[in-house]
């Protein structure tokens, strides 16, 4: 199914960019869990836009309301429905990009897929705001996993051409507090303010950059998960490919481990604290699909913003001819910057389902 | 389920390395498809071991017997299982294993997971001897496709530091033909050559490479697949990672492109022979998880084999100290070699099992 | 997942009886289908409480709000959310059931699934009053097959011992619009009102009775549906189960089949108007979990209403003592008469489902 | 998917009659797990053709090969394959099936789904010689279920016009021992014998007879299966409707409580040895889809043979002209007798899968 994933935790995203609501159904979440909601809100305002020039200037108050799942702010172990109002929609903004597609938008391939009747004002189902559901999801997801002493974080790792550092072999809880606090969210704060200025110099440029989350989860019990197409690796792929500009991938040394030797790439296994741990962490923390006990860290890909206000060409789907374009509308320069807590979220609720299939939760 | 892919095509990989057999069972082929054995057994050939100094000297014979779903080599609409012998088997090689993981490869995580009563002789459902049963489904899945005109060629883009040429824009099947015909598969010879060097001087180190493969489809159509969590992107993503040692994936430009802004990342959309074609292919193909019509382009990183003979350090299981290892056994110094045609297989079988789900084929 | 079921027509049902909200999410609704909105009003409020003796006096206006995958009453192609909002509640009425559970009811055991988080007010969310939801996504099914020229119906066969007519072997449109329009639904006038008198008596004695509903789907096309596990009357039975108070179902002859012959219950082909039929319909339409293109009929069995007013033991689950109980609040003396348009809706999804897999719709 | 079951246990069922081999494969038996194979080759026994009159005279060993998951009879974690060879076929018999398909078998349905490379020699993958591998996946169920206290047992509850006593309400694992060891399984013996007779006569008249199958589960943890569309009732309707000859199934009391009023079927609470149970079982140890710690208690119909001796109508499917059909081949005159053991297997394999899902394995 085409906006779900999960299989003990069932996750589905609802919604288009310029409809009534958008909204999440959660089926499988334990009864008795308290949902902050404080804490909650703390967490999806950090993807909220309007965080100053490096985001758009829509408003999007994002404030999930409980349908159903949650009593006296503890779930009661029946499905959940978060639902968000839309509002501040500018419509008319679009209405030329459904017959002049936006390169490298799904506009095309929706009028393929859905023809007449597609929605894609503002992108429709495929727009970035279909992350404030996904965050509600993986928002609780974090709760839940923190008590049970299970740490998620996300960092920038790169925008454009400056490059954050990358987390240490042993990130804490407490660096992933901190670099949540930052915006951007990175590690090095000056690498943040340069990633901010090359955000803001391709925005006046009508134009937009990519850039690379490296995210990690801390806490994760050693043994977890399954061989084959099965495994962490499987579930969080699957998941991750589904945040929008995501277009790589890679768990621990990734791509870099591919022109090294295997004696240089391997992760020895050593005694810390008298347990069993890896020297290095080039597997990201999985091998064979199953946790070994060390942090479990992969980074994303996200292009650049496909919605540039520069001229492109594209061509018209009624007159068949080709012609320019100039996207209108508020689009982030930088979708990297806002979808790191998406990340955050989508691998928690990847984790809490992997947690809960194993009776272990 | 762990060893399981697929919505409408099931492929369900069984067996251990030192078992009795390995195999494949396949749920949802048409009835009515012809099996050319011949061809598929020239496909199979191609991921055989014994092909010179770049892969291990194990023999493996690989022919497949079909126990059901085949009459007279047509499929006849019901589950196919096939099954391959296991000969040559030298498991004293790993009986030292049990207790010293190997770095990097699933020995210790399998001791967690399956405890006492893991079968881990020859890396037992983990070894790269079960990607043999993976290339039977995706080799059957290969002959369907083609008769639709779809194909599906993948070739060696780098190993170690030595780098192929990238496909054209617009790769052909007498490309795949020609790249597949080749030892190891590039599309450059010369490029081969020196990959081979570079294994070969590994291997005389009693050390491993490792190497990224790229895939390209042609021919699929354009408007299949799905937005968010199911698209061509997710699906594929989840089945890939299922390949042993893959570690990182990325469509089109995939990283490449976070650090381009977004006029030049974005493919322009143009006509081509009258038809809607993009300019650039920096999206492999898919826009919002559908299918734009352009190839379908990705590349796999495959870290170097953990196996390998060097001394290295690791824990003793059972004395719980730290203690040195030295692996014995037959292993590819590049298991990425050998992959080539397995990536193939997996592509295939993904694209198939979105194709049937469209009542298309 | 606990509240889900589809394929490829994925129908999520959420929401407590005493929540907030209640409502359904469709994934894999198609793009470009219209929503007659009267049309599925006037369907749901076939099952809509009020309706005099038979019934409760619960008000549930149940006029669905569609938050997503709707625009202009035409389907977009996304996921379908649609949502009901709860009122009329008497939650007071259900304090003393979460210590001492209703006989044959969900309290007890929901209080060892769900733990003292529970809502289980009004019978949360396993109340009769989540087959609203259910009939909203049925609904839109129904139309959907309607234009394909498959229809659904379902009647009263019995209540307590008073039964109707079978259906004939070939059910029209024509009686399934006419049984719709009667209260109760029977093919038989008379027959109904015995069912309402036998309700109206249960009633005054403070008690319940139970029914059956019989289903007829024709139309559908002969070749479809899948072998063992995933046949026709597999997916029916699933979801169907699913409907409170089912604890039985048959195809065709069902349990009356056991005491025949061969014979007698095998139904000989013949040839009607040029085509293959069957003489007579023991089989349901269904041989092999494939439709042979006779109507498909079966027939769910409901049980009495566990909720009566008549005083029954049960033992109290705090103080661990056998008690007696009243059950207070307001309850269908026969669930059955309400339950026929949901048979219809389950039976319409299921279907909708099974062709959206073979392309053919 | 067509052959395939369960959720946290994958079962999936391949195989035709007269293929090389037909056998099954089970992802998610946890490791570590025993298997007793003579135990195992007793059960498989008991639905092996070839007993006196009531059965067959086909001749099949059934004695399967495990080639995967399994090593000195002890599961290793990884999936299962276990195949059993085919022989002692009568293809020819069936050589004119193709066009005059048997009255309410799949031979019609299949020429449809599967068109001309169908392989329904014997019955194909729609013989009832498919319920063997069945059988391995249950027996293996069966020895885990034993091992945590959980006992599963059926019997013959009527054949024809005859009745066998209903399981008491506790029933007890001697009680299913006896059962067992009885041909047919009937708890009374004179029962057994008059059905013995009736199916005697039955074939002598070169017909055949149906039957209903009682099954009760015993020691299943209170508190397990989820509401609505997977509780307990819909995961065994799915399952056990893939039972070949299977037409109909109720829970408790089922069809037999809809005549009744809610005061007479509702399962009073009562205390029993200080712990919660109830006084009748009415609702077949399930409300609300999930165990209340009575038994689980469920009948299933099985229609008489419909492959008769005895002349049948029918039409020639390709000359389209109806016509008189004699089968031969050597049938079962009751598939009921050996569907006994089948029953428990599909029982066995469901609540395995509950379990394994809960973590309480």
Redesign the interface.
């Given at each position: 199914?085409?906006?779900?994933?999960g299989?003990?935790l069932?996750i589905?995203?609802?919604?288009?960019s310029h409809?009534?609501?958008?909204?999440v159904?959660m089926?499988?979440v334990p009864?008795?869990?308290p949902i902050d909601m404080e804490k909650l809100q703390a967490f999806l305002d950090r993807r909220k836009p309007g965080q100053g020039a490096m985001t758009t200037r829509r408003k999007e108050t994002d404030i999930p309301?409980?349908?159903?799942?949650v009593?006296d702010d503890?779930?009661?172990?029946?499905?959940?429905?978060a639902?968000i109002q839309n509002s501040d929609q500018h419509s008319h903004d679009y209405s030329n990009l459904r017959t002049n597609?936006r390169?490298?938008?799904?506009d095309?391939?929706?009028s393929?897929?859905?023809?007449?009747?597609?929605?894609m004002r503002g992108g429709?189902?495929?727009s970035g705001r279909?992350t404030a559901p996904i965050c509600v999801a993986g928002g609780i997801c974090l709760q839940m996993l923190e008590r049970r002493g299970i740490y998620v974080g996300a960092h920038l790792q790169?925008v454009?051409?400056v490059k954050d550092e990358q987390f240490p072999l042993y990130p804490t809880k407490e660096l992933f507090d901190e670099v949540a606090a930052r915006k951007p969210a990175t590690i090095n704060p000056e690498a943040g303010a340069k990633m901010e200025q090359a955000i803001v110099e391709?925005s006046k440029?009508l134009?937009?950059?990519?850039?690379?989350i490296e995210c990690a989860i801390i806490g994760f019990p050693?043994?977890?998960?399954?061989?084959?197409?099965?495994?962490i690796?499987?579930?969080l792929?699957?998941?991750?490919?589904?945040i929008?500009a995501?277009?790589?991938?890679?768990?621990?040394?990734?791509?870099a481990?591919?022109?090294?030797?295997?004696?240089?790439?391997?992760?020895?296994?050593?005694?810390k604290d008298?347990k069993?741990a890896?020297?290095t962490n080039?597997?990201?923390g999985?091998?064979?699909?199953?946790?070994?006990g060390m942090p479990i860290v992969f980074r994303v890909?996200?292009?650049?913003?496909?919605?540039?206000a520069?001229k492109?060409?594209?061509?018209n789907?009624e007159t068949?001819?080709?012609t320019d374009l100039i996207v209108k509308g508020r689009h982030d320069p930088c979708v990297?910057v806002r979808a790191v807590p998406v990340v955050e979220a989508v691998a928690a609720s990847v984790v809490t389902d992997i947690l809960l299939?194993?009776?272990?939760?």
């Open positions: 199914m085409a906006s779900k994933f299989q003990n069932s589905s995203v609802f919604g288009q409809g009534k609501a958008i909204g159904e089926d499988g009864a008795g869990e309301e409980f349908l159903s799942g009593q503890v779930t009661c172990g029946f499905p959940i429905c639902v597609p390169p490298s938008h799904a095309y391939t929706a393929l897929r859905y023809g007449e009747a597609r929605d429709g189902h495929f279909l790169q454009y051409n391709a440029d134009d937009s950059v990519g850039g690379i050693a043994g977890l998960g399954d061989p084959m197409f099965d495994g690796e499987n579930r792929a699957q998941a991750l490919f589904g929008p995501v277009k790589g991938l890679e768990f621990g040394n990734g791509f481990g591919t022109d090294l030797r295997g004696s240089e790439n391997n992760d020895p296994f050593i005694l008298g069993i890896t020297e080039h597997s990201g999985i091998n064979g699909g199953i946790s070994n890909a996200l292009k650049p913003t496909s919605s540039i520069k492109q060409r594209t061509v789907l068949m001819e080709e990297a299939g194993t009776g272990k939760f």
